[in-house]
């Protein structure tokens, strides 16, 4: 007779749904599991033996096969081990095989029979309701990581005599009413008014927030650069329910203690960082800190530390959005649409066009050598942040840098800004444009000229045009337009301030 139940594996940054049958037959006893296990699958027959017997029951003296379906993925962890003791007592009788409502099982198991939590409660439960598979049965233990999820219903239960007494209509178990993610959201720290002055810092950061544009922050020690990029999150608009649960089930996955929040998340990783830190890789593959800043921020504090190989491993995502990762004839997508923001001194001394800058010519363009062209054509704005107390000398770039913000940025807080954000988006999206195809309709007479002009006198590539035009839309959606004027231009050309190698 063959038993079956239903469970789910983490496979990197998403869950596989498996389908667990279990064959028991008469022979001497035997237990084995096939369907590519690894080492804490295989030794779950251990703690399946144990837990069934210390539940009071009986496990058939038979040989017992397992298969765990797909075959053909490695499956790990040990959140299996319930869903294989379920799949065992309905082969042997013990339980009725599953009648009109599927259940999926995601628990270990103890010796004594306790169920355990596992890891990544919330994207298992996501797959499983894209299965049609509406009901999980996870341990008592798990419940504090769980969020309701629309169409899925958490039954929670602390032993397996309790599981088999609910299968078998003996015992009655309403679902676990999990909060909302919207009532456990927690705010984020920080705020644009505990930085004194930078209103065009400010300024320029709203214009990113609204169009989702990469930016880099140049400035010297003490500058404020790092106190707006760990604060940047505060002024985006807050996630969508859907966007929420994604990313709090990201963070399950990469193993993070975190608390679900509608607040955009923000990464801020060492410069130490490796290539499969940054985009994920390994064996098993695990999420890197682009795939963790998904929906949010991924801040690089001094980006000229990093090394080149490391950064040049963001073009792709930074266009994309995603991550393409091959790993043992696998392909897996990692998602990653996030803003990217970058604070880098403009030499080691990081005085150089603010101060006195001590550093030689070749050490300062050594320096700058981790920035490739194709990294920094990117980059959608590129603003120079000015020293609080001296005004720079010079900034190495092909055209100045400064703003005239029309609103003082300097004494609103994040909540204000956040405001304006969200209805400058609201803009956009009543405008939705597709840049190459209707550039020209969306500039009035003088600025198409004006871009026509500037492009040719600065050899700009057509990236970079589109950048400009982008950066010009999100200026105008401030001002609640969708027609750019050459104010509008002028001032993304400001911004997009994309600089030469530094020279002395």
């Keep these: 007779m063959i038993g079956t139940a239903w469970s789910a594996v983490m496979d990197g940054a998403a869950a596989t749904v498996v389908q667990v049958e279990a064959d028991v037959q008469r022979g001497l006893s035997y237990f084995t599991i096939v369907g590519l296990p690894d080492s804490t699958v295989t030794e779950s027959k251990a703690r399946i033996r144990s837990a069934i017997l210390n539940a009071g029951l009986e496990v058939p003296n038979r040989r017992i096969t397992v298969n765990l379906s797909p075959a053909s993925i490695r499956k790990r962890g040990a959140g299996l081990d319930l869903a294989i003791a379920i799949a065992i007592l309905r082969a042997s009788g013990a339980l009725p095989e599953h009648s009109g409502n599927r ?3 995601c628990a270990e198991l103890s010796l004594s ?20 598979i509406h009901q999980v ?59 004194m002055g930078l209103s065009d810092v400010k300024r320029a950061l709203t214009i990113a927030a609204v169009g989702r544009h990469h930016s880099l922050l140049v400035g010297p020690p003490g500058c404020g650069k790092t106190m707006m990029a760990e604060r940047f999150a505060s002024i985006l608009p807050p996630l969508s329910e859907t966007d929420a649960i994604e990313v709090y089930g990201l963070q399950q996955a990469a193993g993070l203690q975190e608390a679900p929040s509608l607040t955009p998340p923000t990464r801020m990783p060492h410069h130490s960082l490796t290539v499969a830190g940054l985009i994920g890789g390994g064996n098993p593959l695990s999420v890197g800190e682009a795939t ?71 050490i300062v363009h050594r320096y700058w050598s981790s920035l490739s062209g194709p990294f920094l054509d990117r980059m959608d704005i590129v603003l120079y942040v000015a020293n609080p107390v001296t005004t720079p000398i010079h900034s190495g770039t092909k055209h100045s840098s400064s703003i005239s913000p029309s ?18 988006r609201g803009v956009l999206a009543d405008n939705p444009v597709k840049l190459v195809a209707h550039q020209n309709t969306l500039l009035s007479g003088q600025a198409g000229a004006l871009l026509q002009r500037s492009a040719r006198a600065l050899s700009l590539s ?43």
């Excluded at 029979?113 to 049609?132: C, D, F, H, N, Y």
């Excluded at 219903?153 to 015992?171: E, I, K, P």
């Design 103 to 105: 259940y999926a099982f």
């Design 113 to 132: 029979g306790q169920l355990s939590g596992v890891q990544g409660t919330v994207p298992l439960a996501v797959a499983l309701e894209k299965q049609g």
């Design 137 to 195: 049965l996870i341990a008592v233990r798990d419940s504090h990581q769980c969020v309701a999820i629309p169409n899925q219903q958490w039954l929670t239960f602390d032993h397996l005599s309790t599981v088999v007494q609910y299968l078998r209509g003996q015992a009655l178990t309403q679902p676990w009413a999990a909060p909302s993610i919207r009532r456990l959201a927690v705010e984020s720290s920080g705020d644009f008014a505990e930085v």
């Design 292 to 362: 963790l800043a998904h929906h949010g921020v991924l801040v690089l504090d001094e980006l000229l530390e990093f090394s080149r190989k490391t950064l040049d491993a963001l073009r792709e995502p930074l266009v994309q959005h995603r991550i393409h990762l091959t790993r043992s004839g696998k392909n897996v997508v990692l998602p990653a649409n996030f803003i990217l923001l970058g604070t880098l001194n403009p030499c080691p001394c990081g005085q150089f066009g603010y101060g006195t800058c001590t550093c030689l010519p070749s």
């Design 407 to 424: 609103r003082d940025y300097a004494a609103e807080n994040s909540s204000t800004i956040r405001q304006r954000v969200l209805s400058a």
């Design 462 to 504: 057509m990236r970079a045009q589109q950048s400009i035009v982008r950066l010009a839309r999100s200026i105008a959606a401030l001002d609640g337009r969708d027609t750019l004027l050459s104010a509008d231009l002028e001032e993304s050309f400001a911004l997009r301030n994309v600089p030469e190698a530094p020279t002395t």
